[in-house]
Every structure is written in C-alpha cells, then in structure tokens.
C-alpha cells in the first residue's frame, strides 16, 4: 500500500509539472511511511517539505496543490495537511482489510519476491579453524550467516553458503603436534604438555583413537620428542618457539605417512563434529571449501599482485605493497624461507571466489577481524577485481553468563561452553532467535535463565506462544470455520486492535525486504515480537469463539493470517513454529 500511494503521489507531481506548476525536470522519489498515530491517518508523507527548497514553494501551500492533484482513489477515503506540510493519507475498511485475504491465498509464499533475481551471491560464515568443537561465540555468527542468507533467498537472490575450512597453516600443526603428544602420554612417556598446546578433552579423545589404531608404532620417548627443544614459557622460554620446535620434530620423527595420518585424524573428527553439530542447529553449507585446494591458486594470486606492480622483495620475503591501497602497512605473502602465509591464502580463496561468478560476496566475520577488512580489499583492488563487490558483515561474540557469572571460552584451554551444550541446554530455537535479536555488530549478553522462560520476556516464547494459540483456538471451533464467510465478511473488523494487525500485517513484506537488503535479521526479529505482542493483547480483549459466525469466521480469517505470517518468519529464522505449548 506504501507504493500504491507512492504511486499517486507521483502521478500529482506529474500533474503539477504538466501545468508548469513545479519545475519540469523536478526528480523525486516520494516517502510514504506509516503513521504512529492512527489520529493522523495510516500514511503519511512529507513530500511537499522535500520539495519546498527546489521549488521555491511555501511547504503547505505545495502540499495543498498535491491533495487538489491526486488522483480520486476508492481505497484512499480522506487526506489531510497536517503541520508544515505533512499530507496525511486515511484508507477505507476494505483497502486494509485485503490484505487478510492476500494472507491466506499466498500462504508461505506471502511476503516474498523476486526483487534479487538475477543476482548471484554467496554468503561465507563461521568458518572456524578446525581445531575444536564450536562455542557459543561462533553459534552467533552461525545463526546470522544462516539468516541472511535465508533472507536474501526469500527475495529472489541466487544464494550460496559456504564455509572456508581452514584446513592448512599454523594452527592444524599445533591440533596434529597436540594429539601426538596426548598419544605418547597414553603409552606411558611423562613430559610437561605445552602451554600453547590444545588441551581440550576432545584432544585426548582424539588420541585415544590413534592408539586404538596404531598401538604404540607412534611412540618414541620423551627424551627423543623433547632434546634440544627451546624451553616452554613456563620454564622462561617462547612458548611460540617451543611449540614450533614440537612440530616439527613430530613431523621427523613420524615421517610424513605418519604425521599426514595423525593431522588428518584431528581434522576430520573435528569436521565431523563441526558438520554435525551445525546441521543440528540448522545450518547447511552448499560448499566446505578447503583452504589446502588453493596450493595453485596461491602463487597465480601472488604472480598476479608480481604482474600488475605491487610485490617487493625485503630481506628474502615478498610483501605486498598493501599500504599503496589505504592498508596501515605493507604485507607478507611470502617469507624468507619460501613459505606463503595465511593472508596470501586469503587473497588467493577472494581471487577464487569472484572467478565463480557471484556478484556479491559476503564474509561474515568475528569482530575482531575488522582490521583484517582494508588489506583484502586492497588485494582485490590490486589484482584488478572490484572491491566493493565484497561486504563484510561483523558479528560480536555472544557472551554467555550463568546467573551473573561470565564463562571464560578459550579454545585452546579447553575450558569452554561449546554451541552443543547451549543447544541443548536452551534448546535450538532460542538459541536462533536470540543470536539474531540485536545487531550483529552490538555487543550482546546471552540469558540463559531468559532463554529458558516461559513468560512474555521471553521473546520466542511469547512468539511461538502466540502461533500455537491460535491452533489451539481453531481446534476448540464446535461448528466448522469457513474461510469464504471469514472473508466475506472482513468489513465487520471493526475495532482498533484489528485495524492494528491488518496493517501490522502488510507491513511484512516490507519488513522482510529491508532486513534482506540490509542483512539486518533484528528487524524481523522485533517485528514478529511486535505482532504477536498485537494479537495477544487483540485475543485477551476480544472473544473469538462468537454466536455470530460472520463475525466469529471474519476474527479467524484475521488469526489465521497472523498465524501463516508467524510461521514465515520463524522459519526465516531458523526457529519452529509450534502448534501447541
């Protein structure tokens, strides 16, 4: 309705032009929005104010040869100036009313488009080393990435989701290293495991399968594994240095068969467990793209930043010249000792991505990546690409109190909640709800106790409370509903409150479309509060089950329709929509 009165609006100014009234090459789009107080009509739009300076009209005075322009509309009953110029549109029973009808004769469907057909994107999220179970912190960006992808769907974009399995580089040698030391602890060698280890007990889990496997043809002794060794931190030593060391006598002394099994083992267990553990909070991948399948792509990345000007050679490393493209400083894709780095695997996994196609990329990173955003974006510039075809979208990580004590979570430690436990803890559909409730980039405080309520503080309860309460209402009918008589019969909504909802209702696809396009999931979090809020304030004020069943299959009509929107938008959400509670 937004745009239909939009779409007079438009054809006035057109009017007015004609006539010379306003200024031929005047281009505006008129804003029409709805209006707070139901005093001042349903919509409302301050064009006239807009257009007062270029024009060089008193405000009012243009808002009043706009009323006397537009077209003479049934669905538009009165229209009003109010203040400076403001025009107030007031619609007839009928125009507010269809969209009940509208409701049910699209059923699922109701509130999408094709507004992003033609558009290939691809949403890349979570993402997180394989080198142990998720936590609570990567569920967030879990159910936002899942989210907005969910809702670019609804509007038409050809959507793929990926997660980049960083399968290569430092920290899986330090998982591999970590495992074989366990293994040795389990054949009986005693050793000071080391702080910079990965101490979880999945990691002994880990090794535990490993000698199930091998039996002890992996053992050497501790004195071997640890001679000449750089001393650990705790001893005063590095404790970078001490692990590097480790790796790299693990690798000699498994040779590579052996060392291969052994990453390979951690890897894929915690693959496994990330695969799984994801598909139970409903989130599925079209891709797992392995950082190891860009050995090739690495060196055309770094041969192509080599053609186009931006390497230099420093003390035996190649560096890109990032600080040329805004970055704060230059750049190591290469070092001294031939290696490339994670970063050049960056650059190489982007060039990879917009050689397939996508018009948008979209990485939804962890908060603490944002300085991480201008040097890849320089890459991109530098090999020709376009880099606003890139967005980043940064997720803060949820932190997770018990009662008014914060969990630590450290990977590394071991000592953390991980997404598993809050599933089961709070159950999947909170868990989605809640992780989406707030801006992706606002610090957010996860309840537990307020996850598990049953109260209306509970913002997926009160939700889900208000869909299964309408499917408890249609099963108490003692003579039959019947949906045409429900919409025949639609002028009978009378009151306010219904009003309120017919239009809270068409306010859907707009609120869907927004949040798609702003990868903003919060807007349809607070709107599907905001209609339950509605229709439970309408229910406890208003009887349903009536003698009269024009009236009585006319409040259905109008429930059903907030029920079929609560089901599409929970499912957006990745949250269920229960029939009974």
Not at 158 to 173: C, H, K, L, T
Not at 210 to 233: N, W
């Amino acid at each position: 309705m937004k745009e239909y009165i939009a779409k007079l609006i438009q054809a006035a100014l057109t009017s007015l032009q004609q006539a010379g009234t306003l200024p031929a090459d005047l281009e505006v789009q008129p804003q029409v929005d709805a209006t707070r107080d139901k005093a001042h009509g349903d919509f409302a739009s301050n064009i006239a104010l807009v257009l007062a300076k270029p024009a060089r009209r008193n405000p009012r005075e243009l808002a009043q040869a706009l009323v006397a322009a537009l077209p003479t509309d049934e669905q538009v009953i009165k229209v009003e100036i109010a203040g400076p110029g403001f025009i107030n549109f007031y619609l007839s029973q009928a125009s507010t009313s269809a969209i009940v009808a509208k409701v049910l004769s699209e059923g699922e469907s109701f509130g999408r488009s094709q507004a992003g057909a033609g558009n290939k994107v691809q949403v890349e999220f979570v993402s997180a080393n394989p080198t142990g179970p998720l936590h609570v912190g990567h569920g967030r960006g879990a159910a936002y990435g899942a989210t907005i992808a969910n809702l670019l769907a609804a509007v038409g974009y050809d959507v793929q989701r990926e997660y980049y399995v960083n399968d290569a580089g430092r920290q899986m040698n330090i998982l591999a290293a970590s495992v074989w030391l366990r293994y040795l602890a389990l054949c009986g060698e005693s050793f000071d495991f080391p702080s910079n280890g990965y101490k979880g007990d999945y990691v002994l889990a880990y090794a535990e399968e490993l000698k199930s496997s091998v039996g002890e043809a992996y053992r050497h002794p501790a004195s071997t594994v640890f001679a000449g060794i750089p001393a650990d931190e705790p001893a005063g030593g590095d404790k970078e240095e001490h692990i590097d060391a480790l790796i790299e006598r693990c690798r000699e002394l498994l040779g590579e068969d052996g060392y291969s099994q052994v990453f390979d083992l951690g890897l894929n267990r915690i693959l496994d467990d990330i695969r799984d553990d994801l598909a139970g909070f409903g989130v599925n991948y079209d891709e797992w793209f392995s950082e190891r399948s860009l050995t090739a792509d690495v060196e055309r990345a770094i041969e192509k930043l080599q053609q186009n000007g931006h390497i230099y050679q420093q003390e035996g490393a190649l560096w890109f010249r990032s600080t040329a493209f805004g970055d704060d400083k230059d750049r190591v894709v290469k070092r001294d000792n031939g290696q490339t780095t994670y970063f050049a695997s960056d650059i190489a996994y982007h060039l990879n991505k917009f050689e397939r196609g996508f018009d948008t990329v979209i990485n939804v990173w962890g908060a603490d990546h944002h300085g991480y955003i201008p040097r890849v974006k320089a890459a991109l510039t530098a090999m020709g690409l376009d880099a606003d075809k890139l967005l980043v979208r940064l997720v803060q990580f949820a932190i997770l109190y018990r009662g008014s004590e914060r969990v630590q979570m450290s990977t590394r430690s071991g000592s953390f909640v991980t997404l598993r436990e809050l599933r089961e803890e709070v159950g999947n559909d909170a868990a989605r709800f809640f992780y989406v409730s707030r801006k992706a980039d606002q610090h957010m405080d996860f309840d537990l106790d307020l996850a598990k309520s049953e109260s209306k503080d509970n913002p997926v309860y009160y939700i889900q409370y208000a869909h299964a309460r309408i499917c408890t209402l249609v099963g108490k009918l003692e003579q039959a509903w019947q949906q045409e008589r429900g919409l025949a019969n639609l002028e009978l909504l009378e009151q306010d409150a219904e009003r309120d909802l017919m239009q809270k209702l068409a306010r859907y696809p707009e609120t869907l479309h927004n949040a798609a396009v702003n990868h903003e999931p919060h807007q349809l979090a607070h709107y599907l509060r905001e209609l339950a809020g509605d229709f439970h304030t309408y229910y406890n004020a208003h009887r349903m089950l009536l003698d009269d069943l024009n009236l009585r299959d006319a409040r259905l009509a109008l429930a059903l329709a907030v029920r079929q929107v609560l089901a599409n938008g929970l499912a957006l959400l990745g949250v269920s929509a229960p029939e009974s509670m």
